[in-house]
């Protein structure tokens, strides 16, 4: 049984950092792309950024471009992400999922199998 935790997140005032990490167990992590989404209330889960299965390919959301950074730990099957310059408007749950092997796209939610419960992250003005 494939199991996804996150931690980190926090409360934090415009400007500042944070940093996620996501442990994947019951699978081999060498062998996923993992992925960040997030969900603020009344709106739509929507992707973050994505990294690949050796971490040389990453992928991010326009709207985190230069702020975020996505990394992974292949020994310790965790994948971080940096959060600097933090906005209001990233405020939300931030969820990391496993993508599908399959998958040929990696932006939409049912791109991914397996998700964690969330880690919420607010930031204030």
């Known amino acids: 049984q494939v199991q996804v935790v996150e931690s980190g997140g926090g409360r934090v005032q415009a400007g500042g950092s944070l940093s996620l990490s996501c442990a994947v167990s019951?699978?081999?992590?060498?062998?996923?792309?993992v992925g960040w989404f997030r969900q603020a209330p009344g709106k739509e889960r929507e992707f973050v950024s994505l990294?690949?299965?050796?971490?040389?390919?990453?992928y991010y959301a326009d709207s985190v471009k230069g702020r975020f950074t996505i990394s992974r730990d292949n020994a310790k099957n965790t994948v971080y992400l940096q959060m600097n310059s933090l906005k209001p408007e990233d405020t939300a749950v931030y969820y990391c999922?496993?993508?599908?092997?399959?998958?040929?796209?990696?932006?939409?939610?049912?791109?991914?199998?397996?998700w964690g419960q969330g880690t919420q992250v607010t930031v204030s003005s």
């Open positions: 999922a496993v993508k599908r092997d399959y998958s040929r796209t990696y932006d939409r939610a049912e791109d991914y199998l397996y």
């Open positions: 019951g699978r081999t992590f060498s062998n996923a792309a």
């Open positions: 990294i690949g299965r050796s971490g040389s390919n990453t």
